[in-house]
């Protein structure tokens, strides 16, 4: 597609609840990542995939979190039992070859755990 | 990890103004990125520039990857400049430049 696609937009989920946060990556591109941006912050690393292979899991704040890319292409970020502390804007971004050059961030997906 | 440090933490400007906005790093840099955050939260790539000058329009950055610092410039600012401008760096040893460390931000707001 002609930029990141990320689903839902916004997604209001109850305490211990699951949710499940989609990204479609920019066509072709190889590298994926997703970040995490609490209110009045800057975006944090939490993953990077290149193609199918989760190179980077360092920032995932607990094994609550887990993300996949099953097919080098589309990706889910699965947050389990959801807690108030995940609320969040959680970012998708995608580059083309994964060299260490410029990304492109879809427009996120807004949790808010009540 | 690599830690990156803006200054201003705000900046109110008048329509027309020129200004600069500072981006210290603390070691040395494979890959280095100015983003825009508009009001609505999308976050825009400016510029990819791990070292030398760039231009765009009126927006110009430049990077002097040997003192660790770069430096956004906005000329003849316009309303739709405002929001929040994000400096973003990795070293190669960080995921070969992949994994951004961003820093806290320059908060922009452009008056009428």
């Known amino acids: 597609g002609a930029g990141v696609s990320q689903s839902p937009r916004y997604k209001v989920a109850k305490r211990g609840q699951d949710v499940a946060l989609r990204c479609d990556p920019i066509?072709?591109?190889?590298?994926l990542f997703w970040y995490q941006q609490a209110l009045g912050q800057g975006p944090e690393f939490l993953t990077y995939?290149?193609?199918?292979?989760?190179?980077?899991k360092s920032g995932l704040p607990s094994d609550r979190f887990f993300a996949e890319r099953p097919e080098g292409s589309v990706s889910t970020l699965k947050i389990q039992r959801t807690q108030q502390e995940d609320s969040a804007v959680y970012l998708c971004?995608?580059?083309?070859?994964?060299?260490?050059?410029?990304?492109?961030f879809g427009e996120g997906s807004w949790l808010t755990v009540v | 990890g690599i830690q990156v440090e803006q200054s201003p933490p705000d900046l109110i400007l008048q329509e027309g103004a020129n200004s600069t906005l500072r981006c210290n790093f603390s070691?040395?840099?494979?890959?280095l990125q100015w983003f825009h955050q508009n009001p609505w939260g999308q976050l825009i790539n400016l510029f990819y520039?791990?070292?030398g000058t760039k231009q765009n329009g009126r927006l110009s950055a430049t990077t002097v990857a040997t003192e660790r610092y770069s430096l956004l410039y906005i000329s003849s600012s316009q309303t739709t400049d405002s929001g929040v401008y994000f400096c973003?760096?990795?070293?190669?040893?960080?995921?070969?430049?992949?994994?951004?460390?961003f820093g806290g931000g320059t908060r922009v707001l452009v008056k009428p």
């Open positions: 070691d040395s840099v494979n890959n």
């Open positions: 520039i791990p070292s």
């Open positions: 971004a995608s580059s083309l070859s994964g060299q260490g050059e410029a990304i492109y």
């Open positions: 066509s072709g591109h190889v590298s």
């Open positions: 973003a760096a990795s070293s190669w040893g960080e995921a070969a430049g992949n994994k951004l460390t």
């Open positions: 995939f290149q193609n199918e292979a989760q190179l980077d």
